[in-house]
């Protein structure tokens, strides 16, 4: 069976729009502590259903969230290539799957402390830096980085809040990744 064209498939489900947003914020990105964003509210309504059938109080109060381009600093913990997902057009291709991130305040937090934070195959290809091994390196040498992007509420996964995340908000996609080098932050 032959996929559908991305963009056409993806009209059709509006969590999927956010998740493959390619453009900055022409607002530019907006510093944000890590524990602020690890603390978001979640609005009351919010469920694994779709978002058309959440409360309309709800949903503009995540809109709003969720219009945010935002910055944390951090650490890297773990990174997984995501299985076949809607937003990707259940893509058995591994080079059109997103790395699932693990982004912690501290280098020894567990993964319950941290946000998922996601690059996506759209914003990888034009970062041919951010491969797996890459990311791995980060996450083996412990340093710091500074991650830009949207923010997003991802309703698919509040059971795991507490066992391996912090919150359902995450930064996804991720479009900008810096380390702190020398003193000094410089784009990955």
């Given at each position: 069976?032959?996929?559908?064209?991305?963009?056409?498939?993806?009209?059709?489900?509006?969590?999927?729009?956010?998740?493959?947003?390619?453009?900055?914020?022409?607002?530019?990105?907006?510093?944000?502590?890590?524990?602020?964003?690890?603390?978001?509210?979640?609005?009351?309504?919010?469920?694994?259903?779709?978002?058309?059938?959440?409360?309309?109080?709800?949903?503009?109060?995540?809109?709003?969230?969720?219009?945010?381009?935002?910055?944390?600093?951090?650490?890297?913990?773990?990174?997984?290539?995501?299985?076949?997902?809607?937003?990707?057009?259940?893509?058995?291709?591994?080079?059109?799957?997103?790395?699932?991130i693990w982004l912690?305040?501290?280098?020894?937090?567990?993964?319950?402390?941290?946000?998922?934070?996601?690059?996506?195959?759209?914003?990888?290809?034009?970062?041919?830096?951010?491969?797996?091994?890459?990311?791995?390196?980060?996450?083996?040498?412990?340093?710091?980085?500074?991650?830009?992007?949207?923010?997003?509420?991802?309703?698919?996964?509040?059971?795991?809040?507490?066992?391996?995340?912090?919150?359902?908000?995450?930064?996804?996609?991720?479009?900008?990744?810096?380390?702190?080098?020398?003193?000094?932050?410089?784009?990955?």
């Amino acid at each position: 069976m032959k996929q559908q064209p991305f963009s056409i498939y993806c009209e059709k489900f509006g969590l999927n729009v956010l998740k493959n947003r390619t453009a900055s914020s022409p607002d530019g990105f907006k510093p944000m502590h890590f524990d602020d964003l690890a603390q978001q509210e979640v609005p009351d309504g919010v469920s694994k259903k779709h978002r058309t059938k959440w409360p309309e109080e709800t949903l503009n109060s995540v809109k709003s969230e969720e219009m945010k381009a935002v910055q944390v600093p951090g650490f890297f913990l773990k990174k997984k290539l995501e299985g076949r997902e809607s937003p990707n057009c259940h893509s058995i291709d591994q080079a059109d799957r997103d790395f699932h991130i693990w982004l912690a305040n501290s280098s020894d937090d567990e993964k319950a402390d941290a946000i998922v934070v996601e690059i996506t195959p759209r914003v990888r290809a034009e970062h041919p830096s951010w491969t797996s091994t890459n990311i791995g390196r980060l996450i083996t040498n412990k340093t710091q980085v500074r991650i830009s992007g949207w923010m997003l509420l991802d309703p698919e996964h509040p059971d795991q809040v507490g066992k391996t995340r912090a919150t359902i908000w995450e930064i996804h996609p991720i479009l900008k990744i810096e380390v702190f080098v020398a003193g000094k932050w410089q784009e990955f």
